[in-house]
């Protein structure tokens, strides 16, 4: 028995046993259903070449955070890289973001932007969906041109059923002074947007930082145990091995709808696992090519917005680490989405995918040296209007039974891994803090 279980060794529940411990707390136990740790933070290595599970960068705006990676990576291991992305669209590369940067879109576009963003609707009110809300920062024109198109692509979902919650920090707003100047010259303009500087490891991917976190643990981490079952009654843990963990306090950082499925014992717990078909979120392919090529562009990713193109988004690690790939080689990953069921055969829509990539970038057959697909199950949190109402309680619900779900899927919301690392450093917090009371 461990006085605290903690299910899923992802950012989060990592985080977690790491602030357990530097408060010398160690009567715990962590289990991971994958034989590798990180969760979807996590690299692969193929043909020597290095992919991670889609782009993850390295955002650190908040203080703790920033002394917590250098301390454990050490900044001598890491690539401090100044952003270069870009959005294809209208056959042109326009710098992101978008709503500042319009030079070199064709002149009704640039106008449709600019008198939409100041004829843009005043409200007193705040925006019921996401749908309003860029209507009314935006306007009609980048609307259209970028936010409707390119949102309804990641979410493979209704814009105008998603609440504008999920945006946070995520989305830079503009002015008119910077939207005509950003129309009449090509600049890059300063630290626009929280990703516009970030770190990333020199080697292994980002699995590199997820491992040097895990290491500094001194009670080993379980891999390859799938909780089954979670009784509530006897407390105890039943794992798909036959294994079986009583706890006191049971932490969660696995997907929400997933853990509540799983859970047994009182009557009341029948409704929670009711809620769980209600929880929405989309699923990613991300398809990675390893290719014969030096220095294929100098961009670090690309937003596609228009409906041409299969994919949302195309990414280059060989700019995020020069090890990411072999000698005089370039490396390239792409994202497409759906919602429960593909609307084609997965396989057809990588095969597409992988063709307009190669037309986009005029590559050859010859020039692809080695292909990875991942498949992302759980990928995008969607902030649907049930998910506002009913979160707050369904999680409230969990803690006076003792549960704390936490981190990007066991909260069910859209996060960074700065704030994965802060969810398990307050959650540690507050476990310890009623375990003294």
């Known amino acids: 028995m461990a006085k605290v279980v903690i299910i899923g060794a992802g950012l989060t529940g990592i ?69 270069e992305s870009f959005i294809y669209s209208h056959n042109t590369y326009t710098r992101y973001p978008f709503q500042a940067n319009l030079y070199g879109l064709p002149a009704p576009v640039i106008a449709q ?12 009110h705040k925006p019921h969906s996401f749908h309003e809300w860029v209507l009314q920062n935006f306007g009609k024109g980048i609307a259209q041109h970028f936010f409707f198109p390119f949102q309804s692509k990641i979410f493979a979902y209704n814009i105008k059923k998603v609440s504008p919650t999920w945006m946070g920090r995520f989305v830079p707003n503009t002015t008119l002074t910077k939207l005509i100047e950003g129309s009449i010259t090509d600049r890059s303009i300063g630290a626009i947007g929280y990703n516009a500087n970030f770190v ?68 009341s717990v029948h409704s929670l696992r009711k809620a769980s078909e209600k929880l929405l979120c989309n699923s990613v392919i991300n398809f990675n090519l390893g290719i014969a090529r030096e220095q294929l562009t100098t ?61 986009l970038f005029a590559l050859s057959d010859k020039e692809i040296i080695t292909q990875k697909v991942i498949s992302i199950p759980h990928a995008y949190v969607i902030y649907d209007f049930w998910r506002e109402k009913n979160l707050p309680r369904i999680l409230q619900r969990l803690t006076d039974l003792g549960i704390h779900s936490v981190g990007r899927y066991g909260g069910w919301k859209y996060s960074s891994m700065q704030e994965a690392v802060l969810d398990g450093k307050n959650t540690a917090t507050e476990i310890l803090q009623k375990m003294r009371l």
């Open 15 to 83: 985080s977690t046993a790491y602030h357990l411990e530097k408060n010398n707390f160690f009567d715990y136990q962590l289990f991971e259903k994958d034989q590798t740790v990180g969760g979807l933070c996590r690299s692969v290595i193929q043909d020597n070449f290095t992919f991670d599970y889609t782009g993850h960068l390295l955002h650190a705006s908040d203080p703790y955070f920033r002394e917590l990676i250098e301390q454990i990576v050490g900044m001598e291991n890491l690539n401090i890289i100044n952003r």
């Open 113 to 124: 932007c600019i008198e939409g963003f100041a004829q843009r609707p005043f409200s007193r």
């Open 200 to 267: 990333y490891p020199k080697q292994g991917g980002i699995q590199f930082w997820i491992n040097k976190l895990a290491n500094h643990l001194q009670n080993k981490i379980k891999t390859g145990y799938q909780a089954q079952e979670i009784d509530l009654k006897t407390k105890h843990v039943q794992f798909s091995d036959g294994h079986t963990e009583s706890f006191e306090v049971l932490i969660n950082t696995a997907p929400l709808d997933q853990f509540l499925n799983s859970l047994r014992g009182p009557q």
């Open 299 to 359: 961009k670090h990713w690309i937003y596609f917005p228009e409906k041409q193109f299969p994919f949302y988004r195309i990414g280059f690690p060989h700019n995020f680490a020069q090890s990411a790939v072999p000698t005089g080689c370039s490396s390239l990953y792409g994202e497409f989405s759906y919602l429960k069921k593909s609307r084609k055969p997965i396989h057809t829509i990588v095969n597409e995918a992988q063709e307009a990539t190669k037309q």
